[in-house]
């Protein structure tokens, strides 16, 4: 296993939580790092990402201002920070990585296995 989330967990609205996904150093390097979602009964969508150096985000508009992603290059984890989390944030959240253009969604096709957030209201 390259890619390994972690972090999710049972939490009321309004609250946080923090999501981890590793990678060995070798794997990570110069890739794009991603999370994305996937509730029951819906496609998977994208969350927000993170280029190879670090200087690059992107956000869906769903969880701009309450989410942030960042990496530690220093630990090959990348981090999401969720905040004022809603139940529509309930979802399974995969870690991902790209070795190809940082705006091509369709490149990440590297995934780990999820980790359940659940919201209750």
């Known amino acids: 296993v390259q890619l390994q989330a972690s972090g999710g967990g049972l939490v009321q609205a309004g609250g946080s939580l923090r999501l981890s996904c590793s990678a060995s150093r070798a794997f990570a390097n110069n890739k794009h790092m991603g999370w994305f979602r996937q509730a029951p009964g819906q496609e998977r969508q994208f969350v927000a990402h993170v280029n190879w150096s670090g200087k690059l985000t992107e956000y869906a508009d769903s969880v701009k201002g309450r989410f942030t992603i960042s990496r530690d290059d220093a630990e090959n984890t990348v981090y999401l920070q969720m905040n004022s989390l809603k139940p529509e944030d309930t979802a399974v959240y995969y870690c991902?990585?790209?070795?190809?253009?940082?705006?091509?969604?369709?490149?990440?096709?590297?995934w780990g296995r999820g980790t359940q957030v659940t919201v209750s209201s």
């Open positions: 991902a990585a790209s070795g190809g253009d940082f705006y091509n969604l369709q490149a990440y096709t590297y």
